[in-house]
């Protein structure tokens, strides 16, 4: 086994190939950019370099960089983990130049799957089933349009040398084709340096299914199951487990032949993934090869008892597979959700920022966490803003559901914003339950998972209520010189009559302001119109129990002196900030006069001018910003006084970037 290797990567992957060396003894060296120098991949390494800026392409994506260290620190092998170089044949062949084992495919099989047309041709040579499409070479824009009209519609655009589903457009008529076109080279060129588009009949209403393959330097190839994918948003996975419930043991059986054909196909080495697109009826179509790690590995590993990176390790050493296909086994059910930094209520806006508090559930036999950040760390602009995998396992995929229910309401994350309510509606769901899915499922129906401006309803703005009384309550006695004395009391205890207290919630914007009388988990509560008697109200920091008007409930509930974080009868999260019980009304006479940077990010398209006359929800600039592209509207119809940014500019949050006339 190899003594030293270097981690050409950062975040969750890097910690995440580290724990596996740690295990074996095998000695750890990490690199880092500007922004990740107090990063936990670096601390968590047995040594560090630094080996540029923030930007990747000024770090991560720089292999001569990487490679240097490499040699400075006498590493045997880099491991590339997933995005960055992993699936890069140049930074492949040029460790295999330095002497450098690289734990992962042969240059030559990641360039045989690097381009989704060449891999195509060649699946097509070895009877892998594919979609009816278009792949040459021709990439004129009229030839192409032609083709998409001889292939039929609904269409849909890929970049060829992409992944992750960036730059991939629906097209339903000849009329969308050049602006979907345009959109989708453009993104693809920013993203993969290449414009090269592919063409595939569009599937309605599919599944997605992906089969991990692993192979060695002995001739042995086989895959270890499948994992579904198919709750997605835009492109972007959002669940992934392991079985899938819609295969049979004969389509899984297929399925992995074909998959282990795709593999052979380049005679493939280590682990990678042989994606399909599956229809209604069974029938399924290849899609591409990932020649590396997957982000949702863990559900395999869950589910077979087994460590993927070891894996990788020890075939990069040259050992044979540690199982044959007939000693692969899958028991039980696994299910994985990645915890990311954004805001589904607007859009899925990326976020950034410091990370006030981070609670995560404990690990167990039934519940597995992959990080990259702790409580204190920055999620940063520069970078994919994942906070977590959460993974977890039963016995069957309800137990596995619920599991995953429990698992996200034991989750806190403040400082930026997150998707945790978001992953509980989902996994609530009834067609998410019943598998009633399919990969466009969650755009048709995204209403039905994002709160949006909801409200809640009275009795669990009365229980928000109740716990920040305990909470004060609790926090003052806790720390009075004199718990005894009157002046210590948090009851609002005036001379001659009860006392009352206004406790002031705000959750969406919306201010709920609570008049309270009593203490000591007794009280009377008044919220606008409706009224409710607590009585007997005890809060541990965790859950509340009390009778609201005679009904005793149990209610999940966190309280500090910010905000209150509390579950619902239904199982939905409410997040109540704590705001001054007395304001000013104020008001922004600027709104809907201009248009603001919403994070730091590049311009990548400025579409009006000072001058122009535009519509409301016209497009007027698009961002990139932490590995994504944010469309710009005009809040209202006017005319444009100035255009502050140009393509290509970098701009700061808040920046104005469009001003209207009055």
């Given at each position: 086994m190899f003594d030293r290797i270097l981690i050409a990567n950062?975040?969750?992957?890097?910690?995440?190939?580290?724990?596996?060396?740690?295990?074996?003894?095998?000695?750890?060296?990490?690199?880092?950019?500007?922004?990740?120098?107090?990063?936990?991949?670096?601390?968590?390494?047995?040594?560090?370099?630094?080996?540029?800026?923030?930007?990747?392409?000024?770090?991560?994506?720089?292999?001569?960089?990487?490679?240097?260290?490499?040699?400075?620190?006498?590493?045997?092998?880099?491991?590339?983990?997933?995005?960055?170089?992993?699936?890069?044949?140049?930074?492949?062949?040029?460790?295999?130049?330095?002497?450098?084992?690289?734990?992962?495919?042969?240059?030559?099989?990641?360039?045989?799957?690097?381009?989704?047309?060449?891999?195509?041709?060649?699946?097509?040579?070895?009877?892998?089933?594919?979609?009816?499409?278009?792949?040459?070479?021709?990439?004129?824009?009229?030839?192409?349009?032609?083709?998409?009209?001889?292939?039929?519609?609904?269409?849909?655009?890929?970049?060829?040398?992409?992944?992750?589903?960036?730059?991939?457009?629906?097209?339903?008529?000849?009329?969308?084709?050049?602006?979907?076109?345009?959109?989708?080279?453009?993104?693809?060129?920013?993203?993969?340096?290449?414009?090269?588009?592919?063409?595939?009949?569009?599937?309605?209403?599919?599944?997605?299914?992906?089969?991990?393959?692993?192979?060695?330097?002995?001739?042995?190839?086989?895959?270890?199951?499948?994992?579904?994918?198919?709750?997605?948003?835009?492109?972007?996975?959002?669940?992934?487990?392991?079985?899938?419930?819609?295969?049979?043991?004969?389509?899984?059986?297929?399925?992995?032949?074909?998959?282990?054909?795709?593999?052979?196909?380049?005679?493939?080495?280590?682990?990678?993934?042989?994606?399909?697109?599956?229809?209604?009826?069974?029938?399924?179509?290849?899609?591409?090869?990932?020649?590396?790690?997957?982000?949702e590995h863990p559900v395999t590993e869950m589910t077979h008892g087994i460590d993927l990176v070891e894996w990788q390790l020890r075939v990069a050493n040259g050992e044979p597979l540690p199982m044959t296909q007939e000693q692969i086994h899958s028991h039980g059910h696994a299910i994985e959700a990645r915890l990311y930094a954004e805001d589904p209520d607007h859009g899925f806006l990326p976020s950034s920022g410091r990370l006030v508090r981070l609670r995560l559930p404990e690990p167990s036999a039934h519940v597995r966490l992959d990080g990259g950040v702790i409580q204190g760390d920055t999620v940063t602009i520069f970078y994919d803003p994942m906070i977590a995998k959460l993974i977890v396992w039963d016995v069957d995929r309800p137990s596995a559901l619920q599991r995953m229910r429990e698992a996200l309401a034991g989750c806190e994350i403040v400082g930026p914003k997150s998707n945790v309510a978001f992953l509980e509606r989902l996994v609530r769901h009834p067609s998410v339950i019943e598998h009633r899915i399919d990969t466009g499922y969650l755009d048709r129906h995204l209403d039905e998972f994002v709160a949006g401006a909801a409200q809640p309803d009275q009795r669990v703005v009365c229980a928000a209520a109740v716990a920040t009384l305990l909470h004060g309550e609790c926090h003052v006695t806790s720390e009075a010189a004199d718990p005894h004395s009157p002046w210590n009391r948090a009851d609002a205890w005036r001379v001659g009559h009860a006392g009352k207290r206004l406790v002031a919630l705000s959750v969406h914007d919306q201010r709920h302001v609570v008049e309270a009388w009593g203490d000591a988990g007794n009280y009377r509560l008044q919220c606008g119109e409706a009224s409710c008697t607590v009585e007997s109200a005890r809060w541990d920091g965790h859950t509340l129990s009390a009778r609201f008007d005679g009904e005793a409930q149990r209610i999940d509930v966190r309280a500090d002196a910010a905000r209150v974080l509390l579950h619902d009868a239904e199982g939905i999260r409410w997040r109540f900030e704590r705001v001054p019980a007395f304001v000013w009304e104020t008001g922004d006479s600027a709104s809907g006069n201009q248009i603001i940077a919403p994070m730091p990010g590049r311009i990548v398209l400025v579409k009006a001018k000072a001058g122009d006359k535009v519509d409301a929800g016209q497009e007027l600039l698009v961002m990139e910003a932490m590995k994504m592209e944010l469309s710009l509207k005009a809040p209202r119809a006017g005319v444009i006084e100035a255009v502050s940014a140009a393509a290509g500019d970098f701009v700061e949050a808040d920046a104005v970037l469009v001003r209207f006339a009055e």
């Open positions: 950062r975040g969750e992957i890097a910690c995440r190939v580290i724990r596996t060396c740690r295990r074996l003894g095998i000695h750890t060296i990490a690199v880092y950019s500007d922004a990740d120098k107090d990063a936990q991949h670096v601390r968590l390494a047995d040594e560090a370099w630094h080996i540029g800026g923030s930007r990747p392409d000024e770090s991560y994506l720089r292999g001569d960089a990487i490679i240097e260290v490499a040699k400075k620190t006498s590493a045997e092998a880099v491991h590339p983990g997933y995005g960055f170089l992993s699936e890069n044949t140049g930074f492949s062949r040029a460790c295999k130049d330095a002497g450098l084992v690289f734990i992962g495919p042969d240059p030559e099989s990641i360039e045989a799957m690097g381009s989704k047309a060449a891999a195509k041709h060649l699946m097509a040579k070895h009877d892998v089933p594919l979609v009816p499409g278009y792949d040459g070479d021709n990439q004129d824009n009229a030839f192409l349009a032609q083709q998409a009209h001889q292939i039929g519609y609904p269409l849909l655009l890929k970049p060829s040398m992409g992944g992750g589903g960036k730059g991939m457009q629906i097209v339903r008529s000849d009329a969308e084709f050049p602006e979907a076109l345009a959109t989708a080279q453009r993104v693809a060129k920013a993203a993969f340096g290449d414009a090269a588009m592919l063409l595939e009949r569009y599937i309605e209403h599919p599944r997605h299914i992906e089969f991990q393959v692993f192979g060695d330097r002995h001739g042995n190839v086989i895959h270890i199951d499948e994992r579904e994918c198919t709750a997605q948003r835009r492109y972007q996975k959002v669940l992934e487990e392991t079985p899938s419930p819609f295969l049979t043991p004969e389509r899984r059986a297929a399925m992995g032949a074909a998959a282990v054909a795709a593999a052979k196909a380049v005679n493939y080495v280590g682990a990678g993934t042989v994606e399909f697109i599956v229809g209604p009826q069974g029938d399924f179509h290849f899609m591409e090869m990932n020649t590396r790690l997957q982000v």
